[in-house]
């Protein structure tokens, strides 16, 4: 396939597309939801209405607003209807002939849609991510076929150095440096990696990626692999995301069928084939060392760094590895071209980030947003705020994060900025707390989170974390003394600075943050000083 | 030989290149504390007791898998490792069951060394006293999983020396423990060859020769190192 068949096929896709189509999103969410049902009961009212020739249900991955699944959006006006059940599809084709019907319609005017700016959700909702045909319809694989014919592999690490993109896993490592180290090692077995081992407690972010658009963490691999010379690549997904595998796994065997993937991509010397790795569920498993270690075969434990995996990888060999969000941003940065991707976002944080947005508060779901956007402008407006409450805090980084007062919501969201003010990117977990919340306790939840994924193989973390929360629960038990929260405060500091890997050097974060922020409620759980008995008298 | 100069503890240091921080303050004479490194095997970098200040970066470095480096200005014993390395100490103290006076390695033990080399004369941290069981079902040799630190350094033995790899570590966080084999008795694993290297590996009672009391385990840890050059080097004595 060239490129003029593949614009070809592109063309004729969209010409198929009916001109009333209904999204109905079918992501892990929204199918706990029924959503497949109502997907069903759409197609058949369409039937039944006799609308089949210009009417079409179209099942999509994630359209953003989780929290009033399942969702249904006519593509042609943006009408959107929110919490539908099976029983309203019938009302939902009479809206689309033209009628009337009583259904909850949501508001796609909304600053949680209209504040969102999207790079890698692009497609997210708009396409069938079961068909590859739906990707090339939007323009998918261009990219590639840009960088493959049009660029030298320099020129698309040139091209990623340029953009300013940082890695999106919560590191936020220039994406551009780490694939430039690759390139330079010397010709020979290299191997492309994509870390799907999303585990924050909170955050979804990247399974609703590779649920929507897989071909678009496809592309960016395949990019990346010809950047830095890499022929095999590795997708390792958390075995808890079904639906991903299962669409991962389509994607590639279409792909494989387009010769999009395999041997000769696009009649062009380059070979690039993927697989799927499925991880058995540790936390650990998302450091980078661990994770090559499980592809292996291996027990998942970190090793010390360096030597990095850019220089000493899978099986030895140099290897890339990223985020899913970080390769979902590659084919448009090669589209077009790191001037545009570096004129979004902030100064040292370039580009959108998407977060998972939950806890106490009204919107709940996945939005991408440009760097720089403030926590306020998140919270207050996009999410809509505490629904009965006042708000008092936003973790974010999950449980390598920290928890970010409220009279701190007019920060900036970009690496820099969360790291100053004690708490981190992470992820994109974003968990919002209101006035009933007590820190102490989620300092505890977190605390329990780590120990219980700690991997075990360095002292600081497999013991400290497990003080730690002992710790926590003495102190809400109120049997803590000020010299136990001392030595608590020691202790976070041991860990953050002893431990092998991120985890440990994480882990103590919530409670850091917590008590620079909240140190009063943690002296109010101290046990009380003992009071002299009454009637007590000191015998000398 | 290409050589490497750099400083440890303001003290000028000549070490070959490609050296290990931990090897080149050995060397100068300067002791670092350690627990999961032994010499002969590989490193684990796990144990973090040899953690060191490097001129240049904020993060405390493990001595034994750091590179020295040309210029590298390095601190061994600064009041914040000597601090850390107490808490650590302790916190090994308090994850198993540690009862000195009772124990085969009473006296010859790294662990208690250890914590006497950095001034622990008690424990901040609330005693897990956990319960995990001892395997005594092999005929020469018996493990008590509650004195056992993880350090690996049995499992990298019989891997890399012995070559029978016996040993791995099942589970993960606190419930990490030593499997034998397939997580079968000790008794049971065919691979075993009876050498004794974890024996002599095992830096606290953990792993013991049956029939030695209170103090009685010696153990014998350069056996390894001179194994590793009479193979390596061809060098029989020592």
Known sequence: ????????????????????????????????????????????????????????????????????????????????????????????????????????????????????????????????????????????????????????????????????????????????????????????????????????????????????????????????????????????????????????????????????????????????????????????????????HSIEGKRGNPRPRPPYPAQDGLWHCPTLINNVETYGNISAIIEKGSAWFSGIGTEKSKGTKIFALTGKIRNNGLIEVPMGITLREIVEEMGGGVPDGEIKAVQTGGPSGGCIPAYLLDTPVDYDSLTKVGSMMGSGGMVVMDTGTSMVEVAQFYMDFCQEESCGKCVPCRAGTVQLHAMLTRLLKKQATLADLETMEQLCYMVKEMSLCGLGMTAPNPVLSTLQYFRSEYEELLQPLPTMPENHALSV | MSITTLKINGQDVVTESGKTVLAAAKEAGIPIPTLCHLEGISEAGACRLCAVEVKGTPKLMAACVTTVAEGMEVETHTPKLQDYRRMIVELFFAEGNHVCSICVANGNCELQDAAIEVGMDHSRFNYRFPDRGMDLSHSQFGIDHNRCILCTRCVRVCDEIEGAHVWDVGNRGEACYIVSGMDQPWGEVSACTACGKCVDACPTGAIFRKGTTTGEKAGDRAKLEFLVNARDKQEWSR
Request: aromatic share 8%; with cysteine.
């Open chain 1, 1 to 292: 396939m060239d490129l003029a068949e593949l614009k070809a096929l592109a063309v004729a896709e969209k010409a198929k597309f009916k001109p009333l189509r209904v999204h109905c999103c079918t992501s892990t969410g929204c199918q706990a939801a029924q959503s497949l049902e109502v997907k069903n009961n759409l197609a058949k009212a369409i039937q039944d209405k006799g609308l089949g020739d210009r009417a079409e249900v179209v099942g999509v991955g994630c359209m953003g607003f989780c929290g009033r699944g399942p969702l249904v959006q006519f593509a042609h006006d943006d009408q959107l209807f929110e919490t539908v059940t099976p029983d309203q599809a019938e009302g939902i084709i009479d809206v689309l002939a033209g009628g009337e019907a009583d259904l909850v319609k949501g508001d796609p005017e909304h600053p949680f849609f209209s504040r969102q700016f999207h790079i890698v959700r692009k497609n997210s909702g708009n396409i069938n991510p079961d068909r590859i045909e739906d990707y090339i319809a939007v323009g998918g694989y261009q990219s590639l076929y840009k960088a493959l014919f049009e660029m030298s592999p320099a020129e698309v690490v040139a091209e990623v150095t340029a953009s300013g993109l940082r890695g999106r896993g919560g590191g936020g490592f220039p994406t551009g440096i780490k694939w430039a180290t690759v390139a330079k090692m010397p010709e020979g077995q290299k191997y492309v990696i994509c870390n799907g081992d999303e585990g924050d407690p909170g955050a979804f972010m990247d399974r609703s990626v590779l649920e929507s658009d897989p071909h678009l963490v496809l592309e960016g691999m395949a990019i990346a692999a010809y950047a830095v010379g890499a022929n095999h690549g590795y997708i390792y997904v958390r075995a808890e995301y079904p639906l991903a595998i299962q669409r991962l796994e389509t994607a590639i065997k279409q792909a494989k069928r387009y010769g999009i993937l395999g041997s000769q991509i696009f009649d062009s010397p380059f070979d690039f084939k993927i697989d799927i790795r499925i991880g058995a569920g540790a936390f650990v498993c998302g450091e980078e060392t661990a994770l090559i």
